[in-house]
């Protein structure tokens, strides 16, 4: 048990040093934050949100980028197809079924950010492909 607790306090802090990596939270950040500031605080949600907003522009010309090629459109739409739009959540078994809705919800957050005249040019080549 002794050998357990030897080094228990670095591998918390190194499980919290990847956490808020992932998380992409500033752990020097948070040490100097004052809760009881609220100036500091919407400053920080309008960064945020600033960033939000540059990382989703970006994602949306990388897909527009995507779409302008019949592979890519052929790509985007293999992944829609994977997230199974069409196809209902529901399962007895909770899990299964929120498993299901994360796919499709992913799913409807791409067909949300496609640019629609591609859209229907990438479903009129899949209809064409499925025809011949």
Not at 99 to 109: M, N, P, T
Request: aromatic share 10%; hydrophobic share 40%; glycine share 6%.
């Amino acid at each position: 048990m002794d050998g357990f607790w030897r080094g228990y306090g670095e591998r918390l802090r190194l499980f919290f040093v990847r956490v808020s990596r992932f998380a992409h939270v500033n752990i020097c950040r948070m040490k100097k934050r004052d809760p009881f500031d609220l100036q500091a605080l919407a400053e920080t949600r309008e960064e945020i949100e600033f960033q939000r907003e540059q990382r989703m522009a970006r994602f949306r010309d990388q897909v527009k980028a995507a779409m302008s090629t019949k592979d890519g459109r052929e790509m985007i739409f293999s992944i829609l197809d994977l997230c199974q739009l069409q196809v209902s959540s529901f399962n007895t078994n909770a899990l299964s079924m929120a498993f299901a809705e994360g796919r499709r919800s992913v799913g409807l957050d791409l067909q949300g950010s496609l640019d629609p005249d591609l859209y229907l040019l990438m479903l009129r080549e899949q209809h064409d492909r499925r025809k011949h």
